[in-house]
């Protein structure tokens, strides 16, 4: 709300774009119900991004596991589709009964888009026969039990973010098998052939080179379904109209001050 006031002051620029980072829920894939690859893509499937987007203003859906402005990022990828009974039927088709499985899902408390976007995801499961108990914790609380996957929820909200302008850090932290236990936020997900690209991109210099090593690592995940992939986080940057040359840093979050002037 307070940006819509801003946006209407003509003295004021409010900009928002897709920011190096991107919002996940990863889910338990190595015991339990989410084991199950079927469950995974129909939770997928079931989920309304775009409604639960419309609660963070600028978030674009995302597109596999990079945002837009990373290399490794495939526009051939398939990107999401919110399709409620492709989600029964592949639930229906593994044997699965409406109302047999129930699983938890854990959102950060203090933020009003992932409250809203866990009841939003509450209701979408339950149309298709899957309970989903949803809890706010604080981050501080929250943040211990990522460092191990038996401790770690079934599901949960986790903001992904470049330490660099390069997706390695967000591909190892939550998906590398290296990044199980307590060097990462790996929530049960075991690939070794993501390991192994991970690794060969680690030592590759040439630029286009590990983009085309992103992009199968980014195929093999989408595959394997381990989150859902839920949308680009955006970054939002207000200044004065009278100030040109703005250049917004979607890494950092700031400006390239150097260039700027009136």
């Keep these: 709300a ?15 774009v897709g920011g190096m980072a991107e919002m996940y829920f990863p889910m338990k894939c190595h015991k339990g119900i989410l084991a199950d690859v079927n469950v995974r893509k129909a939770i997928y499937h079931a989920v ?13 859906k995302a597109h596999g596991v990079v945002p837009r402005s990373m290399i490794g990022y495939d526009s051939s990828l398939p990107q999401h589709e919110y399709n409620p009974e492709k989600a029964k039927k592949i639930l229906a088709d593994a044997g699965y009964k409406p109302g047999q499985l129930t699983i938890n899902m854990v959102y950060i408390a ?7 976007g866990a009841m939003i995801m509450k209701q979408n499961l339950a149309g298709v026969g899957i309970n989903l108990e949803t809890q706010s914790m604080p981050w501080a609380t929250f943040f211990p039990l990522l460092a191990d996957p038996e401790t770690a929820p079934e599901m949960y909200w986790f903001y992904s973010a470049a330490r660099f302008a390069d997706p390695h850090g967000m591909f190892w932290e939550v998906f590398a098998p290296d990044a199980l236990g307590k060097a990462g936020f790996n929530n049960g997900y075991n690939n070794p052939e993501v390991g192994k690209l991970l690794d060969r991109a680690e030592v ?3 630029r286009d080179k590990r983009a085309e090593i992103y992009r199968k690592v980014n195929a093999l995940i989408v595959k394997d379904q381990p989150a859902v992939f839920a949308f680009e986080m955006p970054y939002t940057y207000t200044h004065r109209s009278n100030i040109k040359g703005v250049i917004p840093d979607r890494l950092f979050r700031t400006y390239l001050y150097y260039d700027l002037y009136r």
Excluded: F, M, T
């Design 204 to 206: 590759v210099a040439d």
């Design 2 to 16: 307070k940006l819509e006031e801003l946006s209407k002051d003509p003295a004021i620029e409010v900009v928002s």
């Design 110 to 116: 203090g933020p009003e888009y992932q409250r809203r």
């Design 48 to 60: 309304n991004l775009d409604e639960i987007i419309k609660a963070l203003p600028g978030a674009v």
